[in-house]
């Protein structure tokens, strides 16, 4: 019988949603790949503090932050988007939006979250209050073709700009009037597989993967159209295997430079983030997959593709030099910086942990046991352009 | 998992030759690896499906083959480096048949 009061009493007060009043600048939350889990965090005790199920298919899945920073949103690969409230550790809604997707993005004004879909081919609006679809852009490139879309960013404006995979363009859509998005196209390359916009949101970078070099758009001068930089920086010499596409998302501008992974070759290249030209290139342990600047820009953080996936290397960005080299565990598969960079959190996905290290000391802070940890993603980002 | 796979040499194999160690590293890197491409479910991603109705009706080794080295003018890398051609004939089979979960 008391048992049953208390029980009830709990009901009341979940019913009551008390929930303590705390910000939610120092949480986050880790993807849980291979069980539709996602693993809630904070930064400041280092630990987890709750853990919900029900988000299908977590392979590369990714998440964005409501402005007000409490809720994210989860782009999960078979369609599925998520919203979760981070201070009351649930699913708040939850719709499937498609049948492949690859990740999305949030607007500007943070009232317009998008995905970014392979199938079928395009990206799509949803109001970030309800989840419900405010409209669609299929990436049609030719009649009747539908391309795989890469690389989504939110650009100033209320715009996104992205790459489609087949049709080698980038896109910008302006979502001024959100129902009616109004969609410019630009000449990329061949088969670009990922972007990124820069951190003050004026360049978008496509990286391509059947050519060497990248395009960019400068958004401030779009009129001016796109053009390729880092042309012909070797992988033609001699067509390497890549094990595992690079991501560009995550903020690789340090220093006045931008820092890209090279695709194929074990290094990372360098470019002038004024004039686009190469400086430079830092020979690594692996093919990069994450090149990561630290919120201050002094290091950046490179993770590997299969079979050095095991490596994480720093570079110092102003001697340009690797001064570091962990071994956090198996498969690591992503890094996330706390707010200002202190520390830095590693997946090790066949370690089933999380690793997190002072990036002074490069000593281990901390860490815990996560069912194959993939995408780290703290509130930070709810107030970065890019992310 | 390791050395260099020779396909003329595969034709000659009597059976599969893969142990059960090596069977839960491969259907872990099937599902992982391969997966961050084709989907953990495999039903397709940057890569193509890799469900038995994608691939049931696809001569075995031809399968082997892109697996070990490549489709030249798409992303698939060749594997060689990392898998032997019995690997690869295990892999094609039992994604022919539907792949195994990973044990949990």
């Not at chain 1, 802070?365 to 970065?384: E, H, M, N, Q």
């Amino acid at each position: 019988m008391l048992t049953r009061l208390v029980g009830l009493l709990f009901v009341f007060l979940a019913g009551c949603a008390q929930v303590p009043l705390r910000g939610t600048g120092d949480l986050g939350l880790i993807i849980e790949r291979a069980s539709g889990h996602v693993t809630l965090v904070n930064t400041s005790s280092r630990q987890p503090y709750a853990r919900i199920g029900g988000l299908g298919d977590l392979s590369h899945a990714s998440a964005v932050f409501s402005r007000d920073a409490r809720y994210a949103f989860i782009f999960g690969r078979d369609g599925g988007l998520t919203k979760v409230d981070l201070l009351e550790a649930r699913i708040v809604k939850r719709v499937m939006q498609s049948g492949n997707a690859i990740g999305g993005s949030i607007s500007q004004d943070g009232r317009i979250v998008v995905a970014q879909n392979y199938t079928p081919g395009g990206i799509k609006a949803f109001d970030s209050e309800t989840l419900e679809l405010l409209a669609e852009v299929p990436a049609e490139y030719a009649p009747g073709s539908f391309s795989k879309v890469v690389g989504l960013a939110d650009v100033p404006g209320n715009q996104f700009a992205y790459a489609l995979f087949e049709g080698g363009e980038i896109w910008v859509s302006d979502f001024t009037d959100p129902k009616r998005p109004v969609t410019k196209r630009y000449p990329a390359g061949l088969q670009p597989y990922d972007g990124l916009v820069t951190p003050d949101g004026r360049h978008y970078l496509a990286g391509l993967f059947g050519e060497d070099g990248i395009a960019l758009l400068d958004l401030w001068q779009p009129e001016k159209g796109s053009r390729k930089i880092l042309e012909k920086y070797g992988r033609g010499e001699e067509k390497l295997p890549v094990f595992k596409m690079p991501h560009l998302r995550g903020w690789s501008v340090a220093a006045g430079r931008a820092w890209l992974p090279a695709v194929g070759r074990h290094e990372v290249l360098i470019a002038d983030a004024a004039t686009w030209k190469e400086t430079g290139r830092v020979a690594v342990k692996g093919q990069p997959v994450f090149v990561m600047a630290s919120p201050d820009g002094r290091q950046i953080w490179v993770n590997f593709a299969i079979p050095d996936n095991g490596w994480v290397q720093v570079i110092d960005t102003l001697t340009g030099k690797v001064v570091q080299t962990l071994q956090p565990g198996k498969a690591v598969l992503h890094m996330e910086f706390t707010p200002r960079g202190e520390a830095v959190w590693v997946s090790a996905r066949d370690d089933n942990r999380v690793v997190i290290y002072d990036t002074k000391t490069f000593q281990t802070l901390g860490g815990f046991d996560v069912d194959a940890p993939s995408g780290i993603f703290f509130t930070s980002r709810a107030a970065r352009i890019g992310f | 998992m390791r050395g260099l796979g020779l396909l003329p040499a595969l034709l000659m194999l009597p059976a599969l030759v893969v142990h059960a160690d090596d069977q839960t590293a491969l259907i872990r890197m099937v599902r992982q690896d391969c997966g961050s491409c084709h989907g953990m479910t495999l039903k397709g991603g940057l890569g193509t499906p890799l469900t038995p109705q994608a691939l049931s009706e696809k001569p075995v080794e031809s399968l082997i083959a892109t697996i070990l080295y490549g489709r030249p003018g798409t992303a698939m890398p060749g594997w060689k480096s990392m898998l032997s051609a019995s690997d690869a004939q295990w892999i094609v089979s039992h994604l022919q048949e539907g792949f195994p979960e990973e044990r949990r």
